[in-house]
């Protein structure tokens, strides 16, 4: 079929043709803007899913939806390692240039520019210049502690906002990889916004463990946001997500074809998208046939080997894949830690240090107390054609040093 037609859209946060099976958080997001704007109080929202499930696909769709009423935006993408003032700064700067700062602007925006500078410097952050002339302020987000300034910065901002019958919404993804004092710092900064109703609210995600991340940050985070869970779609719904945009093309799928799509994909969106993109192109003519997806996946599962899964394999330590195979034996998990380490070989304490390596680099993740689960849909598969045989792993032994006298 003519590939310049093909309508599917695989790729990081892409937009794919039709957003199935999430029209209730959509729904509940627009409500909360709505509130927000008629300065009604508003939670926070952690959107908490693998990879693949469609976040970023969603927090895209709900900035679009933030910028179309109006309301003043700030986006970022947490790296691993963290650096929030340096993301952040440029942000709140274009938002306070957005609410009409200048040389007669309203007391608020001036507090809120002058602690904007003062944190500017305070962090060492590189900005650019201020061209609206403003002077710091002493004492208002100048300390140099994160948990103290960030919320003083943030709250300036919204008072300046509300100043200007405005309101703003702050996007923020791959949260799991901000370091705990910046997670810590921005738990309170939502806190301090709340207490005082002001027009400014949060949306972020990332993977599972967000949850437990902020709880453990700040014991109030577990009712100072929404966290809702994303998952696979269901069937009706991923079969939408599959078949709608081929129909508004004028091409079907037969039902036999569809089955094997949901099959092999799971229903999650990202998956759906590139078995859709992948088998249009390959299919001959309509209707689409079991018999065409079967010949593409082999195909399809190498491009993912190759680009999806291969890219955060090969960040990883030798060890650090090792353990991620004995996982992979036992299935897609989730995996008792006790039974992952005698897989392996090797007893529960020896890689300990691994497991938490691998759930700093978002790999794995532990629902519940000793258990542990892949990030990553489908990468227990991946790793049994990555590495066919299981390597049990064997510490070296330290060699005994005589005692000086």
Request: overall charge positive.
């Amino acid at each position: 079929m003519d590939r310049r037609n093909n309508p599917y859209a695989p790729g990081a946060g892409l937009q794919p043709p039709e957003l199935a099976g999430r029209d209730r958080l959509i729904e509940d997001s627009t409500t909360d803007m709505d509130r927000l704007l008629a300065k009604r109080p508003v939670k926070g929202m952690m959107l908490l899913g693998l990879r693949g499930v469609g976040k970023t696909v969603l927090l895209n769709r709900l900035y679009g939806i933030a910028e179309e009423k109006r309301i003043h935006t700030g986006k970022i993408e947490a790296p691993e390692g963290g650096a929030l003032p340096q993301l952040l700064v440029p942000e709140l700067r274009r938002i306070l240039y957005a609410l009409d700062l200048q040389a007669a602007a309203g007391h608020q925006l001036r507090r809120a520019a002058g602690a904007l500078r003062n944190f500017v410097r305070a962090f060492k952050v590189k900005a650019g210049d201020f061209e609206f002339g403003i002077e710091p302020s002493p004492g208002r987000a100048d300390t140099g502690n994160l948990e103290q300034d960030l919320p003083e910065l943030l709250v300036a901002v919204a008072e300046a906002a509300r100043q200007r019958d405005s309101a703003i919404a702050l996007f923020v993804d791959e949260v799991q990889y901000l370091s705990p004092d910046e997670l810590a710092a921005l738990v309170v900064a939502c806190h301090e916004i709340a207490q005082r109703s002001l027009p400014l609210m949060f949306i972020g995600a990332g993977l599972p463990q967000i949850a437990a991340l902020a709880g453990n940050a700040k014991s109030y985070a577990e009712r100072l946001f929404t966290y809702p869970q994303m998952g696979p779609l269901e069937p009706a719904a991923a079969q939408a997500a599959l078949v709608h945009p081929a129909e508004h093309e004028g091409i079907e799928f037969q039902e036999s074809a569809v089955s094997e799509i949901l099959r092999a994909t799971q229903g999650y969106p990202y998956f759906l998208q590139e078995w859709g993109f992948h088998v249009w192109n390959a299919a001959p003519k309509s209707p689409i046939r079991a018999a065409d997806v079967e010949r593409v996946t082999p195909e399809i599962i190498a491009h993912l080997d190759a680009n999806f899964f291969r890219v955060r394999f090969d960040r990883l330590t030798t060890l650090q894949q090792k353990y991620l195979r004995a996982m992979a034996e036992l299935g897609p998990g989730p995996h008792k830690t006790g039974e992952i380490a005698t897989t392996l070989g090797v007893e529960t304490a020896t890689v300990s240090q691994i497991r938490q390596q691998l759930i700093d680099k978002g790999m794995i993740w532990s629902q519940r107390y000793g258990e542990t689960s892949f990030t990553v849909p489908l990468f227990d598969s991946f790793m049994k054609r990555q590495m066919p045989l299981l390597e049990k792993h064997k510490p070296k032994r330290r060699r005994a040093t005589k005692n000086k006298k």
